[in-house]
């Protein structure tokens, strides 16, 4: 399994966010997906998930109406979309895996993890 997000960098506040997460390894579109950051010095947060078909998605309260996450199964390829960004969301933005067989609503499902991708908001 081998999961390479892109797409970090310097956002200006208010401004938005697209990550990419590029999968390898497996079947991409049998398994679900999810994104999470972690900014200095707090606690690992979980965004967003979708299942592996792209036929449902849940996100977290901090992205809840700004988040978009989306798969193209063809590329095997995982988007992330936020506007409205904060310099609050300064973090490392990961994508995971979900394990064979697991609940995609539980974040402790996702077990397999990219090396992130830093993101800075701020002018």
């Known amino acids: 399994v081998q999961l390479a997000e892109s797409g970090g960098g310097l956002v200006r506040p208010g401004g938005s966010l697209r990550l990419s997460c590029a999968a390898s390894?497996?079947?991409?579109?049998?398994?679900?997906m999810s994104w999470a950051r972690q900014a200095p010095g707090k606690a690992h947060e979980w965004i967003a998930c979708?299942?592996?078909?792209?036929?449902?998605?849940l996100y977290g309260d901090s992205v809840r109406g700004r988040g978009s996450i989306s798969m193209d199964n063809g590329n095997n390829t995982m988007y992330l979309r936020i506007t409205k960004m904060a310099p609050e969301s300064t973090a490392v933005y990961y994508c995971?895996?979900?394990?064979?067989?697991?609940?995609?609503?539980?974040?402790?499902?996702?077990?397999?993890w990219g090396q992130g991708t830093q993101v800075t908001v701020g002018s």
């Open positions: 995971a895996k979900a394990k064979a067989g697991s609940n995609w609503l539980n974040p402790s499902s996702y077990a397999f």
């Open positions: 390894g497996f079947n991409f579109g049998d398994y679900a």
């Open positions: 979708i299942k592996g078909d792209g036929s449902d998605v």
